[in-house]
């Protein structure tokens, strides 16, 4: 499969931040050549760039992408009753199939709103890699692990059956096996430890929630004495391959910890903001300790959608108030977060997140033609104040396209939609 | 001009808040009949409600128009930076014609995104009457006092200018005119006195800019004794035809006050974060003293887009933050804010606002078919947390369609967007 690419604006984040009009050739899985001149050569698809903008795919470095089908059911509540009343007693109903339409339909909102890659925490995951890979996403799957087992899984079974999960995905192209202890507040000692075990022996990555809530904090100290960073330091899961969702109520003293562990942040600013943690990642410190940092949008039950040029606006704005300073989190600074931010936290920065002649094709384009981007004085201000999702019309990742000009390549937009809705009837009926 | 909508599902945000499938009447500027049987009569559009949303047009309580031709230039910056910098020296090279084109590039976004009425502030507002008028906008447009004069007129002129744009625009349909004292930290006491009198004289709303920064609060309780609610209190200003924009610095007693004089707010957060306020408008506090509260973008410049779908999220997300509490403003509250509350803050609740026989038509369509509407539990939550401007495909001002599923019918959307792209960067040059 070959793209090319005409005359197109690009954003490269490149170590530069070089942004210029150039052709992009795309061979196989990967940006073959970038070229001010004119590239003549066939190809299987050729798009024109005019009145586009062609930026790297967003990573989307935290969701539960089955959780789609529990979007708006149950907003405006109380953590605890949301969790006991609402979502909960439906999880326990999913099963391969329904997990199935969630995350076609999430895909669905991904591809369309310019994600190209995510990292997923949630239970059957077997199921989400087949209908990830099948629709040519790229997923870091994790697989979740908590002490009273998972809807899919028994406690007793959680081990074997990741070693299988591990097994199968560990050699694929677009899906990367990921070990998920669900937080320190729902995994002990000895599933943090099991689970670090698998991790090391496939030497893959980790995934956790982490310090999300003041009440998590508390528990976590009062049942452990240590409080949620300094419990996975002791077992060693902070580590340079544990990407931990969250952090709003760290301290000083955790971030070096995580910085001398090198394990990476992703920030989910809008659910946070809706579930009311009250807590504010603290992202400059973060970026002062030089600690990777990449964004989320969680799940859709929380957020209520998976857009991710929603969050980057969010992003810029909660730091900026919170820390009186219009200064702090500049737009090129919170796009990085969701570019190279992203491909840093999955350990594939030589890879994904930036145009550069080598690296793998995930890119989306962005159609200009739109008043909210007029005037183009500064088209990395656009990406993060006022680019919606809306605006990209074309993604292509692994090199493959997904979407051209708004029309779904590997996915039925109108029986994906139909069939959604009705299996989320069903759930909560 | 007559409209018949078909089968289409009715947020009709009526007393009881109901929502139901029924056809819409049209006739004129009027919703002539709502029925849930079908409606058999000629119209000169026939709409199909399939698979769409029928809601109240939304109402920017708080723009600057032509600051659309700013958009993004200066972004990351000190208020005091930026304005000196960037906005200013551009504002004072402004004239009617670069004012009409950023006038037509905000209508573009606004129509397109889902907002039907707007109150403005700025100055070359006849021009901006104008447009809006040409277009089918309903602009309530607030020509603007400042002490050192603004970019159109000296100080001495604004008054007999004043008078003018008054009677030229008070009997018109779509535009009222509106008195704008800046803010009383840019107008002493003669000019909020001098704008009081033709507010009143003409029985017509003001708007101003109050308690936006803690500096403002600051330099107003300094220089006149009184922070800027009881300066407005003083001189008569603070009463049931005043819509005070922002409010993100006062007190418990200054709602009070503000509640007497039965005076509304325009609450902006999105503005408001990316300039880094560090204030909260305390809207729970507004609501238990029933104070009438309108959602506003603020211009452009600071936002940076008219999209009033976002603002919603932002206001609904920020105060859950701030407070702790995921429960204080739910959807309903908030979507009340961008329908409800923005008519009464024009004074027109008993016209606009809502879907109701005998109301008049300012009527948005959503297409439902997208994947963060889906499933679809709850529509006002969806509205709140997961609608963008671009699900709307549908707009009809004062019984007119301005947009009929994507197709502008009174704006050239590529002449617009070219045209205002040119002057933007004129201006800049």
Same mark, same amino acid.
């Given at each position: ?28 899985? $990967? ?24 930026? %790297? ?29 609402? +979502?909960?007693?439906?999880? #326990? ?23 190209? #890659?995510? +990292? ?39 081990? %074997? ?19 998920? %202890? ?14 670090? *075990? ?7 990555? =980790? ?65 946070? =903001? ?7 990642? %603290? ?18 039950? #929380? ?19 919170? $820390? ?23 350990? =594939? ?6 145009? *550069? ?45 997904? =979407? ?13 939609? *139909? ?11």
């Amino acid at each position: 499969m070959s793209i090319l690419i005409k005359k197109a604006k690009i954003i490269t984040q490149n170590k530069k931040r070089e942004q210029y009009q150039a052709d992009i050739f795309i061979d196989s899985d $990967r940006i073959a050549e970038i070229s001010k001149n004119s590239i003549s050569v066939e190809a299987d698809y050729k798009l024109s760039g005019k009145d586009k903008l062609v930026l %790297p795919g967003l990573i989307n470095t935290h969701t539960h992408v089955p959780m789609t089908l529990l979007r708006g059911y149950g907003d405006d509540m109380v953590l605890k009753n949301w969790l006991e009343e609402r +979502i909960w007693p439906i999880e #326990s109903k999913f099963n391969s199939k329904s997990i199935e339409i969630g995350t076609k339909l999430a895909m669905l909102e991904m591809i369309s709103t310019g994600t190209t #890659s995510y +990292i997923d925490m949630y239970f059957f995951e077997d199921a989400i890699g087949e209908v990830t890979q099948k629709i040519g996403m790229r997923g870091f799957l994790g697989f979740a692990f908590i002490d009273n087992g998972t809807p899919e899984y028994s406690y007793e079974e959680l081990i %074997p059956n990741c070693d299988k999960f591990v097994r199968r995905w560990k050699n694929k192209d677009l899906i990367k096996p990921v070990i998920a %202890p669900h937080g320190t507040y729902t995994c002990g000692p000895e599933t943090l430890q099991k689970s670090l *075990e698998i991790a090391i022996k496939n030497d893959i990555f =980790m995934h956790i929630h982490c310090s999300e809530t003041r009440e998590e904090v508390y528990n976590v100290q009062r049942q452990y004495g240590l409080r949620p960073i300094n419990q996975l330091k002791k077992y060693g899961l902070l580590n340079d391959k544990m990407v931990l969702a969250h952090c709003s109520w760290i301290t000083k003293n955790e971030i070096l910890d995580i910085k001398k562990g090198n394990s990476k942040i992703s920030h989910n600013p809008v659910s946070n =903001m809706k579930i009311a943690t009250g807590g504010y990642t %603290p992202v400059p410190e973060l970026i002062d300790s030089k600690v990777t940092v990449g964004l989320g949008t969680d799940g859709a039950a #929380s957020n209520n959608c998976l857009d991710m040029f929603e969050t980057m606006k969010f992003c810029a704005l909660i730091h900026k108030q919170h $820390r009186w300073d219009p200064v702090i989190l500049p737009a090129q600074t919170v796009f990085d977060f969701s570019t190279i931010g992203g491909s840093k936290c999955v350990g =594939m920065e030589n890879y994904i997140g930036s145009i *550069e002649e080598g690296k793998i094709a995930d890119i989306i384009m962005l159609d200009l033609k739109n008043p909210h981007f007029i005037p183009k004085f500064n088209l990395i201000s656009h990406l993060v104040y006022t680019t919606k999702g809306s605006d990209v019309c074309t993604s292509i990742v692994n090199g493959k396209p997904l =979407m051209i000009n708004g029309e779904f390549l590997t996915l039925n937009y109108d029986d994906t939609l *139909e069939e959604a809705e009705n299996c989320a009837y069903e759930l909560i009926s």
